[in-house]
């Protein structure tokens, strides 16, 4: 029974591991006498010592010591016991007889040395003089008291220094498991562990030299950060850091955030309640505040808020304990910080719809992007409205074109009214944020009103299309898209005729965007690379429209109609054989059965090149809009798995791609119901009678009616159908009537049709943001760095500079290089250089022209060596696709020998260029 209830006790420490000593260096030691002066509360117990069982009898006296050891050997010859004995008392050698030393191991009483022990335990054949004469015995006892906690986890080679010691305290009573100490390492230890615990927990000696250890990699910062471990606070390190993020940011006495004498009183108070009263360099507290927000961005960045979610609460609470919460936007990582910026980016906006002046929002958008949040996928959404919003109120803030006929209508509505019909989708579903959401109606509001004004304007420039009268070569009546396109693309490739059925340009413009992502190529005729579009027949409906498309003359009909006039068109009949007629496939071809996914013999068909001419119809777009459904779609391929699928396949044939819906759409922005006075649609009646102010009477050729007339409202918030859909079409509004149209090819395939070439993508020039510096901003972030700080400028020019997702973007206006470019002398002499001419002939074959290069070279030099990869696109007429060729062409050139003249900064999308080694490696 003693024995029983002795195992359940554990002998001391210090005497533990002195044994595990002994029995590593003699592994049959027994009868072990240990020097031992404090009396035992358990005078006997039992404890397993390296897998084997031991007992521990404490004696007072010697002749306690003969009577263990005379039962101990009883029990070893009757073999009933094989346990090993320990003796532990108070004498040693002197005060013990002769023949009980000759019965003990060794012959004497062993005395405990922590450091000879730790030294045996750990395997060094030295321990550094300097550890053991100024840290005593208190090191070596933390050291034996934590073995079983680091010593299966670390190696200390031959000799044990104070570093190394150090690492082991930190592993064995901190858990410290990081492989250097930094700040760093150090707040990534702070939110895997319950520091609090861990550091109270300590004992006192180890408490008072814990700066010891810092030092070793925090030499100024270890006294700031030893103060915030032993504080009293329950708040973390990361948390206090945190705060000083904020509260010594080196801009916070430049904004208007807090005035002074309430800054000096937060310190005050900051100081007493975290850092024990002392009065610490403001730089050290400025450094401590980078790190941590370098810290957070990194963690939020890479695996999300969770991790930090603690401490980033800690420290707003911090920050509003000492009354300065109102400077925490100058935090790119508190939550709080945030919702300031938005507060401050809806301000902005509210002021740019009244005064027309949109620096300070491209500034407040800047600064939202600067915050790591903003960066999670729960946030894309934000932020993509946000830069909607933007782009939005730079369209309204611009000045109107002239729209003085049709052509004039349609040329704008391609170029720069789809993109906000497409940012006013994108908007009119709102924003949880109260400030942002009111703002964002309100800018609905004022681009509604001037898209009304141009429908409006439209509406008056109806009658030559129907009619029918030639306005603009660009603008192909849709009747004739199979004999002006389809027909010359398919002499020379296999097509692809893909319609989605009530596709606006708004959302073609969407979808192009992911289009380009998954590696397709818009192209044009080389001699005509202006954007075209298909118009529409009246009403604008799928019976008319698509009938007329897919018929290659103005018809109305249903599917079967579709079919056959598609199969039996002469001219299409005599590019594709007997055997493989002129195909076009409907949604119940399309879909295999019970099931969204492709078919598998129209895929085949599709993959194949034996049927030259294919054509598709998709209703994806026109599904959603008969819903009544509440949701916000985003057009993108994965949106539309069948339109994906159907392009693959495509792609394996080689298959050029036409592009193109047979109408357009207008959404639900409040529509308004009216009774229709005859036969009508969702959006046409066919009525006799006077046309309200909304809407215009039409007739003509185009309108394919019994009457060759329509009545057709023109605003978009009329509607004929009492049943409120997603959105509507059969209207005459720019919406509805221009048709989107793009010839696509693989990116592998860029040179498929002779004549037509790849072009970039025209984006309006409102929808680029404003390189945004403020020469007195209201708040200036400083982006944290692990090794310099970047220069003020830099770092403003970096947080401006937008990351355009579009991998072919180029501002109108600016689509081509010039040719009359006043280089620089000394960049021309580059190209007649030795050195140049050498690296041209090693390079060989290259895809980069000399005039190419030039243009770069003298880009960044204006620039001081650096430019956004944008504004290179947009300088260069590159398509983005072709970006990271064209410049790894360029290193081949520029980077003689390996030297990183050349360089780019993916991470920042930033092309640098070292001027002064440029200069001396060509011997300029």
């Known amino acids: 029974m003693q024995s029983a209830q002795a195992s359940a006790v554990h002998a001391p420490m210090p005497i533990t591991t002195q044994l595990q000593a002994i029995f590593l260096k003699d592994q049959q030691a027994d009868c072990v006498a240990i020097v031992w002066p404090e009396e035992l509360t358990n005078r006997e117990m039992v404890a ?38 320990v003796l532990l008392s108070k004498f040693d050698e002197v005060h013990l007889a002769k023949d009980v030393l000759a ?29 053991t004469k100024k840290n005593g015995r208190w090191m070596a006892e933390a050291l034996l008291n934590r073995f079983d906690k680091y010593h299966q986890q670390m190696t200390f080679g031959e000799v044990l220094d104070t570093e190394s010691a150090w690492q082991a305290l930190a592993l064995g009573y901190l858990n410290y498991c990081e492989p250097v100490m930094d700040l760093q390492s150090l707040f990534q230890w702070s939110i895997q562990n319950d520091e609090r615990a861990l550091v109270n927990a300590l004992p006192e000696d180890i408490k008072l030299n ?9 030499p100024k910062l270890s006294e700031l950060v030893h103060t915030i471990l032993l504080g009293k606070q329950n708040e973390s390190l990361l948390s206090i850091a945190l705060a000083c993020s904020v509260l010594y940011h080196e801009d916070i006495q430049k904004t208007s955030l807090i005035d002074l004498t309430a800054l000096h009183t937060a310190r005050g108070m900051f100081k007493s309640q975290f850092l024990g009263g002392s009065n610490f360099n403001e730089s050290l507290l400025q450094t401590l505040g980078l790190e941590a927000s370098l810290f957070a961005n990194k963690v939020v960045t890479s695996t999300g808020y969770k991790p930090v979610n603690i401490a980033l609460g800690e420290a707003e609470q911090i920050l509003a304990s000492i009354d300065i919460i109102d400077a925490i936007e100058l935090s790119p990582v508190l939550p709080g910080s945030l919702n300031k910026r938005l507060d401050r980016f809806a301000l902005s906006l509210e002021d740019a719809l009244n005064d027309g002046e949109t620096h300070k929002a491209d500034c407040s958008f800047s600064y ?10 729960a946030k894309k959404e934000l932020l993509r409205r946000a830069s909607m919003a933007l782009r939005l109120v730079r369209w309204l803030s611009s000045a109107e074109d002239a729209l003085i006929d049709a052509a004039s209508s349609i040329n704008h509505y391609m170029r720069e009214g789809c993109y906000s019909d497409w940012g006013r989708s994108l908007l009119w579903s709102g924003d949880v944020h109260e400030k942002l959401n009111q703002v964002y109606q309100r800018i609905s509001e004022e681009a509604g009103k001037r898209r009304e004004q141009q429908n409006k304007t439209f509406s008056s420039q109806l009658t030559p299309l129907s009619r029918g009268d030639t306005i603009d070569d660009r603008f192909i009546p849709v009747e004739q898209a199979i004999d002006r396109l389809v027909i010359p693309v398919a002499d020379q490739s296999p097509v692809l005729l893909l319609v989605l059925d009530g596709m606006s340009e708004a959302v073609y413009r969407e979808l192009t965007e992911d289009l380009l992502k998954h590696h397709w190529l818009e192209i044009r005729e080389k001699s005509r690379q202006d954007e075209c579009c298909l118009v ?31 199969k039996e068109h002469p001219s299409l009949k005599k590019i594709a054989s007997t055997k493989f007629p002129p195909t076009l496939f409907h949604k119940q071809d399309l879909q295999q059965t019970r099931s969204v996914a492709l ?3 129209v895929r085949a068909k599709l993959a194949s090149t034996e049927h030259r001419v294919l054509a598709a119809v998709i209703n994806a777009v026109d599904d959603h809009l008969s819903s009544g459904s509440q949701v916000s779609v985003a057009w993108t391929l994965d949106a539309i798995p069948l339109l994906r699928q159907v392009l693959e396949a495509a792609r394996e044939a080689g298959r050029v791609v036409i592009f193109t819906s047979d109408h357009g759409h207008v959404l639900d922005h409040d529509s308004v119901y009216q009774q229709a006075q005859t036969e009508n649609g969702e959006r046409y009646q066919l009525s006799t009678g006077q046309p309200s102010e909304y809407e215009v009477a039409i007739s003509g050729k185009r309108v394919v009616t019994e009457t060759n007339s329509v009545v057709l409202p023109w605003s978009e918030r009329l509607r004929y159908t009492k049943s409120k859909n997603m959105g509507y079409h059969g209207g005459g509004s720019l919406q509805e009537v221009v048709i989107p149209l793009g010839v696509y090819v693989s990116a592998t395939d860029s040179d498929v049709i002779e004549g037509w070439s790849p072009v970039a ?17 209201p708040t200036v972030m400083s982006k944290p760095s692990e090794n310099t700080r970047k220069s003020k400028k830099i770092k403003n020019a970096e947080a401006a500079a937008e990351v355009m997702d579009d991998m072919f973007g180029i501002p109108p206006e600016q689509d081509k290089v010039s040719t009359e470019i006043n280089t620089s002398p000394w960049i021309s002499d580059i190209f007649t250089s030795a050195v140049y001419q050498q690296a041209k002939q090693r390079v060989g074959r290259n895809a980069v022209k000399d005039e190419q290069l030039m243009a770069l070279i003298e880009l960044l030099s204006q620039q001081n060596g650096q430019a956004m990869e944008a504004a290179v696109l947009r300088h260069l007429s590159l398509p983005k696709i072709r970006l990271r060729g064209f410049l790894a062409g360029a290193q081949k050139l520029l980077n003689v020998d390996g030297y990183p003249i050349l360089s780019v900064e993916r991470d920042s999308q930033t092309i640098k260029l070292n001027l002064t080694d440029l200069k001396k490696q060509f011997e300029l």
């Open 48 to 85: 397993t010592i390296d897998g084997r069982a031991t007992r521990f009898v404490y004696c007072p006296s010697e002749l306690a010591i003969r009577e263990a050891l005379v039962e101990h050997t009883k029990q070893r010859e009757s073999d009933k016991n094989k346990e090993r004995l």
């Open 599 to 601: 078919n598998n013999e």
């Open 210 to 218: 814990l700066g010891v250890w810092l030092n070793f990699g925090l």
């Open 368 to 377: 939202i992007k600067d915050h790591s949040f903003t960066k999670l996928d």
């Open 103 to 131: 019965r003990i191991w060794k012959n004497e009483p062993q005395r405990i040395s922590p450091w000879k022990t730790l030294q045996q335990l750990i395997k060094v054949r030295d321990v550094d003089p300097r550890l």
């Open 761 to 777: 993508r025209n984006l309006p020039e409102w929808w680029y943001e404003e390189l945004a510096v403020e020469e007195n901003p």
């Open 536 to 566: 529409s027949a009246f009403p604008t409906i799928t019976k008319v429209s698509r009938c007329s498309l897919l018929s290659g003359r103005l018809a109305s009909g249903v599917a079967v109609d579709e079919k056959l006039a598609f």
